[in-house]
């Protein structure tokens, strides 16, 4: 919804404004459109009755309560930093004033909104007059030269209140005629804005479509640069092609050449083959020659050995059999051996027993002699060995 607001004489139209939308969002709106810095108030006037507006207050909800007479209702947009409106000097309006408040009147009392009865039996607005300019009577008794005089200066100030009421109506009438024509001024504005807009988005689709072009040329002239290149290179391909045939023809007679001189390597190659393969056969036939004799000469070496491994198989038999009459011999040795050492024991036992016998004798005279000499030891541990017929070099033990 839009919302129309004086601001300076001139009057603004606020867009979008709903019913949440609350005086200061306005207030920083119009601030914010035309530019301005400092504390400003939002007024409500009902003709000649005003009132300071709150920031928390919805000028919607505002117009509503004012039901049918909402048209009459006038929010105007005040610096409220120049100081109180207490000392302001009352200024009459002139003709170049298109805002309905003078910046320098000081805002009569406000008044809550009639209703709606009393608005109705009062269908003329502006012949009513205001409670303080309605003529005072006087009784006649009354009434003297001072009374007249003071009728006549009120009859000349109602006579020039009534010509600035008339004054006061025209310019409202001509500024009906303005808003009119600045209404129509501004839908023209808004049209030609539009009709900018669409020249200013015409021009960006011709400077698309000029830029798109510009492109087009420059691949086009690019293109025609590859395309003379390519010419360029196309010559020069020919020219080297023209090269490499005149190489090729050169390379064929040089491979029927080499084709010639292969043929006549191989030729030579089968000759000196077949010398080879002469010459290595005669080496084979000679070697084979030589092998049959060195077999002969290995296999008569072969039948030596054989015959010599026999010799020798025949010697070793006999030499074992020599070995073994050699062990039986030793064998009978050794017995013969232990007999004797069996026969010598049994010869020094007999021994022993003759020298004990034979020493008894003597010991037993000895002891009836009484003879207190002791033997120490026993017979057989003596220290020197007694010879004897049988073992004349001493005991065996």
Not at 7 to 28: A, H, K, L, N, P
Request: glycine share 4%.
């Amino acid at each position: 919804m839009e919302l129309k607001v004086w601001v300076e004489g001139i009057q603004r139209i606020v867009c979008g404004v709903t019913e949440t939308t609350t005086c200061q969002d306005v207030v920083f709106a119009l601030a914010h459109a035309t530019g301005k810095v400092g504390r400003f108030t939002l007024i409500e006037r009902w003709r000649n009755n005003e009132r300071l507006l709150a920031p928390q207050e919805y000028p919607l909800k505002i117009l509503m309560k004012w039901g049918e007479y909402s048209n009459d209702i006038q929010f105007i947009l005040r610096r409220s930093d120049n100081g109180s409106s207490n000392n302001q000097k009352l200024v009459q309006p002139t003709n170049n004033s298109r805002s309905p408040v003078g910046n320098g009147d000081p805002p009569p009392p406000y008044r809550s909104p009639p209703p709606p009865s009393a608005l109705r039996k009062s269908p003329n607005r502006t012949t009513r007059r205001p409670p303080h300019m309605s003529p005072v009577e006087h009784p006649e008794e009354e009434r003297g030269p001072e009374a007249v005089s003071y009728n006549s200066q009120y009859r000349e100030l109602v006579s020039l209140v009534n010509y600035q009421r008339e004054k006061l109506s025209s310019q409202q009438v001509d500024l009906i005629k303005y808003d009119a024509e600045i209404g129509f001024w501004e839908n023209k504005g808004r049209e030609q804005e539009r009709q900018v807009e669409l020249l200013q988005q015409q021009i960006s689709s011709t400077d698309n479509q000029l830029r798109i072009s510009t492109e087009q040329v420059q691949s086009l002239n690019y293109v025609e640069e590859e395309s003379e290149i390519a010419k360029q290179n196309e010559k020069t391909l020919k020219s080297e092609i023209v090269l490499v045939r005149s190489k090729l023809a050169n390379c064929e007679t040089e491979l029927l050449q080499c084709k010639n001189k292969i043929r006549k390597l191989m030729e030579d190659i089968h000759n000196e083959q077949r010398i080879v393969s002469s010459r290595q056969q005669e080496n084979r036939q000679a070697l084979e020659r030589s092998m049959l004799a060195e077999v002969e000469n290995l296999q008569t070496q072969i039948q030596q050995a054989k015959h010599a491994t026999e010799i020798n198989h025949l010697t070793a038999e006999n030499l074992k059999r020599e070995v073994g009459v050699l062990e039986n011999a030793i064998m009978e040795k050794k017995r013969q051996v232990e007999r004797l050492v069996q026969e010598m024991k049994e010869a020094n036992l007999q021994s022993l027993t003759g020298s004990v016998d034979e020493l008894r004798h003597p010991l037993d005279g000895l002891c009836k002699a009484g003879s207190a000499r002791r033997i120490i030891g026993s017979p057989r541990q003596l220290e020197n060995a007694a010879p004897t017929n049988k073992n004349p070099h001493g005991v065996w033990v």
